[in-house]
């Protein structure tokens, strides 16, 4: 099912997270686009959440549910202009918990602002990047 959530903050984002938990297409809204970033998941295959607007902070409350729960989780960064420390803390987690259950967190088509950033840290080598 495809559903739209106008508002991501603590109940739009609890919702979105398990309405795509659950398998449905989620389209996310937030009228704050200067403090968000447009980020694609993908679960088992199936674009669960796409051209999503929320900030880096609040991802890990998609993010971490579906992980663990067990899925493996496609990350689309390619619209991703600016990603701070605390978008690559979000990444760092997701991976850790992923490895805790046993499934994968995948970042793909990472824009190269952001592969700087993640290469100067030295991630390249932890993270799965696809």
Not at 81 to 90: F, N
Not at 98 to 113: F, G, M, P, R
Request: proline letters at 1%.
């Amino acid at each position: 099912m495809k559903i739209s959530i106008v508002g991501l903050g603590f109940v739009g984002l609890s919702l979105t997270s398990v309405l795509a938990a659950r398998g449905n297409n989620i389209l996310g809204i937030d009228t704050d686009k200067n403090k968000c970033k447009n980020i694609q998941i993908v679960v088992d295959g199936k674009k669960e959440i796409s051209d999503t607007y929320y900030i880096a902070d609040k991802a890990k409350g998609v993010i971490l549910p579906l992980v663990e729960s067990g899925k493996e989780v496609h990350i689309n960064l390619k619209d991703v202009s600016y990603m701070d420390s605390s978008g690559i803390s979000v990444l760092i987690e997701s991976h850790q918990k992923a490895e805790e259950k046993n499934t994968k967190v995948i970042i793909k088509e990472i824009s190269k602002s952001v592969l700087k950033v993640i290469m100067m840290a030295k991630l390249e080598q932890v993270l799965n990047l696809g």
